[in-house]
């Protein structure tokens, strides 16, 4: 049988093929010029999310609409967020970001934050801008966490009577329990520790701040040594699963590529610090919907190539394609 994937056409650069080389350097790199507004958007339970608009936007009605969901503790500052902005809304696309409860510039209100299976705010924005921009094609576009949080999403919504035509996943940790797994060994606990600093900063002005219905105080927080332990003592009892294993399992995307129904471009490399090797191997055939692209190298949310005499994002440079190959250019329409 043949394999349920396509090689990825990503050639990295000779010298920067190294998976930690092609994580970090994005983070080197001069950053994409956007300029964006701000909305607060509210949501059913009482709480908000933070988006972020790409200016100017198009005043077409029937406009395109590209929504990003960034990575764990990501943000707009997240080095691929306004490098993927700019190059939808220089397609025409009216594009957005959506920051997880707590990742834009200000807490939120409820005890809960946000996680990798946690599809209902995303679902909530989509149809308002339903509601919005109704003659408007809509493409998600997810990194990461949020990779894993739109592909379960598409798998378990996507189809007649939601508003979205089509959908990016990128770097997606679709097995979480072998993620965290692989975080937790050798280099990779730097990008374990890099990310458990920020979630635990977070929590602990929660718990200074107001009473969380949590088992744990600072101290014990404060002793929290991997994302695991993290999931099992903060993530989990939060929002309402019983301990990390819980999570993972009912959280995790992979398992449910076979029920997608609608387009969905996934990109990934196989040496991701990020996530076990040969980690499509791990799930069911993915549905004829799901186009899987797996590069030889590429990091984590890496993808720098050598492009005009300089480092470039391959990633802008593909979900671009994508994006024109699911609604043209207004100038070539």
Not at 130 to 143: I, S, T
Not at 210 to 226: D, H, T, V, Y
Not at 257 to 269: Q, Y
Request: neutral net charge; hydrophobic residues 45%; proline residues 9%.
């Amino acid at each position: 049988m043949d394999e349920p994937w396509q090689i990825a056409d990503f050639r990295a650069p000779p010298g920067l093929g190294n998976r930690h080389v092609q994580t970090l350097l994005p983070r080197a790199l001069p950053r994409a010029a956007v300029q964006t507004r701000g909305e607060i958007l509210e949501l059913p339970d009482g709480d908000f999310v933070e988006l972020a608009w790409a200016r100017p936007a198009p005043v077409e009605a029937e406009a395109p609409v590209m929504v990003l969901f960034h990575g764990l503790e990501g943000s707009l500052d997240s080095p691929y967020a306004p490098a993927l902005l700019k190059v939808a809304a220089g397609l025409g696309w009216r594009a957005v970001l959506m920051h997880f409860r707590g990742c834009g510039a200000h807490p939120n209100r409820l005890p809960r934050a946000y996680h990798s299976g946690d599809t209902a705010d995303a679902a909530f924005l989509i149809d308002r801008l339903a509601q919005r921009y109704p003659l408007a094609p809509k493409v998600a576009v997810g990194v990461s966490l949020g990779g894993n949080m739109l592909a379960k999403l598409v798998a378990e919504r996507g189809g007649p009577g939601f508003d979205l035509a089509g959908a990016i996943v990128i770097s997606a940790p679709l097995d979480l329990a072998a993620c965290a797994d692989t975080l937790s060994r050798g280099f990779s606990r730097l990008y374990e520790r890099h990310l458990l600093a920020s979630l635990k900063r977070k929590m602990a002005e929660r718990l200074a701040r107001e009473r969380l219905p949590l088992a744990i105080g600072p101290g014990e927080l404060a002793a929290l040594e991997s994302l695991r332990a993290y999931d099992d003592a903060v993530t989990a009892p939060l929002h309402g699963f019983d301990g990390a294993a819980d999570y993972y399992r009912r959280a995790s995307a992979g398992p449910l590529l076979g029920d997608v129904m609608l387009p969905m471009l996934v990109l990934h490399a196989d040496d991701d610090p990020f996530m076990p090797p040969a980690l499509f191997s791990r799930f069911p055939r993915p549905s004829p919907a799901v186009r899987v692209e797996l590069a030889r190298h590429g990091g984590h949310v890496g993808f720098v190539e050598w492009r005009d005499g300089r480092p470039a994002s391959w990633l802008a440079r593909r979900v671009a394609l994508q994006l024109a190959a699911w609604h043209a250019p207004r100038s070539d329409r």
